[in-house]
């Protein structure tokens, strides 16, 4: 189990950010990546996990596969913080015998009762990522998302910037967020990418 502790930040506009502009932002970067990104989550047609607080995705970074299950926790001012399971795959299909290892275990136990589980949206976005050594012994990964997200004909655009801390002083991570926001047309974005589908899923179910 991680406890994932991440910042979101709303990106004004549909102009792409140019993050190497940033002068001090780029001195404390130590390594850069560029992934393509896309996510499916499943539940069934009735939402029986998000009434129980789970989030269940399957994600292809390039050519690998990653099962994921997380809690909705609690969020405050762009704060994002939850319990999460994750796993790598070998293919696109869920493992359940992994889900079955995780506290969540309970709420599995029986995939029987899960034959109507299927994918409600999807998010699909390219993710540029520094690691980023701060202040006190802090490492973060800032994730720069740009893309979409959609469920059947409903469609809703993914740009913002997340910031996970990955060790060290949570203090140090809010204190970089409001940098950024000092630099950029950032405003605290307090709905997940999964919120965002989940809306989008039912708009699509009521027409």
């Known amino acids: 189990m991680n406890l994932e502790q991440e910042i979101k930040l709303a ?15 780029q001195a404390i970067s130590r390594e850069q990546q560029q ?8 539940d069934t047609p009735q939402m029986t996990l998000k009434q129980k607080g789970i989030a269940l995705r399957l994600r292809k970074q390039d050519e690998h596969w990653l099962q994921t299950v997380k809690t909705s926790g609690q969020v405050k001012e762009g704060l994002h ?11 696109g299909e869920f493992d359940w015998s992994l ?31 520094w690691l980023l050594a701060a202040e006190q012994n802090t490492l973060i990964e800032l994730a720069y998302d ?19 801390l990955r060790h060290g002083s949570l203090q140090v991570m809010r204190q970089l967020a409001e940098q950024l926001k000092t630099a950029l047309r950032l405003t605290y974005n307090n709905r997940s990418k999964a919120e965002t589908g989940y809306a989008l899923y039912q708009q699509n179910q009521t027409g």
């Open 11 to 25: 990106v004004a506009g549909g102009t792409r950010l140019d993050l190497t502009q940033l002068d001090w932002l």
């Open 146 to 164: 740009f893309g979409e997200a959609g469920a059947g004909d409903r469609r809703a655009t993914i740009h913002e910037i997340e910031l996970e």
């Open 35 to 42: 992934q393509h990104l896309r996510t499916e989550y499943f």
């Open 81 to 91: 913080q939850r319990e999460e399971w994750e796993h790598p795959l070998s293919s």
């Open 99 to 129: 889900l079955q290892q995780t506290p969540l275990a309970t709420v599995f136990a029986d995939n029987r009762g899960w034959e109507h589980l299927q994918c409600l949206f999807f998010t699909d976005f390219q993710r540029d990522s």
